[in-house]
């Protein structure tokens, strides 16, 4: 029998920012999205006091004014969300990351290697993550990644629990009879009002259904959510990274501009964010083009194929910039820029250059140290030349936090 433990870091970008300036611990917080928009993520304490998620700022600060909001910093909680998953894989080979905040780990079998239970193993990650990283973390642990997901839902929402939650093979019988469908991951809105068409309220329901039937109204699925809720495991955790195709980076300025030193320097912040993605995965881009968006919206692109696949900033900044030159025009004012990097290849398969240029071999090695210092010193440890976070502004003049 399958043991999957799902790991769910709590209130995760405010627990990053707390862990940042723990003067904000014990306090409503809630993070903002792109352009402070609205509201991301909230403490529990700003949830107390009945603040929505994806509320508008402009009503929120009329309407909650004893509260502190944030401008998001995706780069920090990519940075710790790195050192969670890193932390996990040290318990055991099988992490599948399901977002930046949440990952599936099987545990099958590893009783006999900590010669410990399984409630005892998940205590353990559970306190290294927050003794060690400062992320608290609720943890549920099932027969399959369904239950995982229920059982972690209930280890966050019932205090007495401690944030640990396990369903037993021999509970789950009891445990549908008391859980609606609506409950369950993956079940929406839609998906419920179609099984209360049928009469179907509770999970239990759906685990005494024919087969037939089941496959009838909502085809695969509806078998894989039984077997899952049955315990038996039709999603095994997989551990193995899938490639992506492309990698983009772009992001509002923080004001309107026309400033071209300012705009390329949000671009080389971009190369670098791609760059560094690229080198992580043992990857190489044969084709990058750049984006910058207008202030009314209009959208202009310019595209080139490298001479050779590359991964590096240092190599990469010079045709950035010279695709820039083409679009760049000093009388439009500008809300956004960005880079992609297509045509992905693996650095293993890619072609070797006999005679590789003396720059380009430079500029790899100055790369490669750049990861060393990020990982050793965090993000933004140094940057090089007119490189700019294009939303950095509002944060180097203090007014990131809005009360």
Excluded at 26 to 44: H, M
Excluded at 219 to 228: P, V
Excluded at 353 to 369: C, G, M, P, R, V
Aim: overall charge positive; hydrophobic content about 35%.
């Amino acid at each position: 029998m399958a043991e999957i433990a799902l790991v769910d870091c709590n209130n995760f970008f405010v627990s990053c920012e707390q862990l940042m300036n723990p003067l904000l611990k014990n306090k409503a917080v809630c993070v903002l999205s792109n352009n402070d928009g609205c509201i991301i993520a909230r403490s529990q304490q700003a949830k107390d006091i009945g603040i929505p998620m994806g509320y508008p700022l402009f009503k929120a600060r009329k309407e909650f004014r004893n509260v502190i909001y944030i401008s998001r910093n995706f780069g920090l909680y990519h940075d710790i969300s790195n050192r969670i998953m890193l932390k996990l894989s040290k318990f055991t080979p099988d992490v599948e990351q399901y977002s930046i905040d949440e990952a599936f780990l099987d545990l099958t079998g590893l009783k006999k290697l900590y010669r410990c239970s399984y409630e005892e193993i998940i205590a353990r990650i559970k306190k290294e993550i927050e003794e060690e990283i400062g992320v608290p973390v609720s943890i549920g642990l099932a027969p399959t990644k369904t239950l995982a997901k229920l059982a972690c839902e209930r280890a966050k929402k019932i205090k007495s629990l401690n944030g640990l939650y396990r369903i037993k093979f021999r509970e789950i019988d009891e445990i549908l009879k008391k859980t609606y469908i609506e409950e369950i991951w993956g079940i929406g809105k839609n998906t419920t009002a179609l099984f209360h068409k049928y009469g179907i309220y509770k999970c239990s329901e759906i685990a005494k259904q024919n087969e037939f039937w089941l496959k009838k109204i909502w085809g695969k699925r509806g078998l894989e959510l039984k077997s899952e809720l049955c315990g038996t495991s039709m999603y095994p955790v997989n551990s193995k990274i899938e490639l992506p195709k492309s990698i983009q980076k772009t992001s509002a300025f923080d004001h309107f501009t026309s400033d071209k030193e300012y705009i390329r320097g949000s671009l080389h912040y971009h190369v670098h964010q791609v760059c560094s993605k690229l080198r992580k995965l043992g990857l190489l881009s044969e084709v990058i083009y750049i984006m910058l968006r207008t202030k009314d919206f209009q959208v202009f692109t310019e595209k080139i194929v490298l001479p050779e696949a590359a991964d590096s900033e240092f190599f990469i900044n010079h045709y950035a910039d010279e695709l820039f030159e083409k679009i760049y025009n000093p009388d439009i004012i500008y809300r956004s820029s960005g880079i992609y990097a297509e045509k992905l290849i693996e650095k293993s398969a890619s072609q070797l250059f006999l005679f590789e240029d003396e720059k380009t071999k430079k500029a790899q090695e100055l790369s490669n140290l750049w990861d060393k210092f990020e990982n050793k010193y965090g993000k933004k440890c140094f940057r090089i030349g007119i490189m700019q976070d294009p939303q950095s502004e509002s944060k180097k003049h203090g007014q990131n936090y809005f009360s």
